[in-house]
């Protein structure tokens, strides 16, 4: 797995320490998301790309 600036957990089980990652991760992207359209400015495009 890459690593993820500051993306990191510690829990006492794996299930735990899972889904701990997850919101994390989820955070730090919606986090990035809302820096890059305020850096981008007025006008910019988003596109939702599913994988």
Same mark, same amino acid.
Not at 10 to 28: P, T
């Given at each position: 797995m890459e690593e993820v600036p500051g993306v990191n957990a @510690?829990? @006492?089980? /794996?299930? +735990? =320490?899972?889904?701990? =990652? /997850?919101?994390? =991760? /989820?955070? +730090?992207l919606e986090f990035n998301r809302q820096d890059a359209l305020e850096a981008a400015g007025p006008g910019a495009e988003e596109l939702a790309l599913l994988l």
């Open positions: @510690q829990e @006492q089980s /794996r299930e +735990a =320490l899972l889904e701990s =990652l /997850r919101e994390v =991760l /989820r955070e +730090a």
